[in-house]
């Protein structure tokens, strides 16, 4: 069985600073893995994707996540937070076999000013 | 990727009615999926749409709640069926195109019953 675990419901971080939401998955075969991002009142846009290639993977607007296979994680960082990035981020486990997602539980990022 | 449409995009319902969500998509896709968002949650998958059969359902949803129908490639439809306040949520399509991995979500239907 799969599962994906976001280790923090909450996160804030100053602009400009680092941004780290924290991912860990559990699967019995080799896993594909997901980061979408949801604005407030607005549908689901991928940020990144990691399906057995690079495990360093860039997405758009600044944002990459390392798939380590030896701590089952894949953490989504960016290097300075902009006051846009505010949103809710999903992290999700796909089976290759029907396509279907399971999702994490969610991280809300905060961005001070 | 994928262009997708989702009609109506909100609604406010009577407890005790039905509604129809609609999903078009503008070219043809391989996979149809219906996800619902309950207030302040993720995301839970309710069916598969199969294009010409029945749906495949997740544990918890059954076809009398949520009646699909998929009758091509691009079209789907999720009804939402005598409703009550608890399923005031979000409810959402995904496809999937060709055979990539990536899902690509609708907008999302907000539904709100009273």
């Known amino acids: 069985a799969q599962s994906v675990t976001q280790l923090d419901s909450h996160v804030s971080v100053s602009e400009g600073t680092p941004v780290l939401l924290r991912c860990n998955y559990s699967s019995s075969y080799s896993p594909s893995l997901f980061w979408y991002v949801q604005h407030p009142n607005k549908g689901l846009q991928l940020l990144l994707k990691y399906t057995s290639a690079a495990t360093l993977v860039k997405g758009i607007n600044g944002f990459e996540a390392e798939f380590k296979k030896s701590e089952t994680s894949f953490h989504l960082t960016k290097p300075s937070a902009h006051m846009s990035d505010a949103a809710e981020y999903f992290c999700?486990?796909?089976?290759?076999?029907?396509?279907?997602?399971?999702f994490g539980t969610g991280t809300r990022l905060k961005v001070l000013a | 990727s994928a262009v997708i449409s989702q009609k109506p995009s909100r609604d406010i319902c009577q407890r005790g009615t039905s509604l129809t969500i609609q999903c078009q998509v503008d070219?043809?896709?391989?996979?149809m999926f219906w996800y619902r968002q309950q207030p302040g949650q993720s995301l839970t998958l309710i069916a598969t749409a199969n294009q010409g059969s029945e749906a495949t359902y997740e544990s918890g949803f059954v076809i009398d709640k949520f009646p699909i129908s998929r009758p091509n490639l691009t079209f789907s439809t999720l009804t939402v069926s005598n409703m009550s306040p608890e399923d005031s949520s979000i409810y959402l399509c995904?496809?999937?195109?060709?055979?990539?991995?990536?899902?690509?979500f609708g907008p999302g239907t907000r539904l709100l019953v009273l």
């Open positions: 995904s496809v999937v195109v060709g055979s990539e991995e990536t899902q690509y």
């Open positions: 999700v486990v796909s089976d290759r076999r029907t396509y279907k997602y399971i």
């Open positions: 070219s043809q896709v391989t996979m």
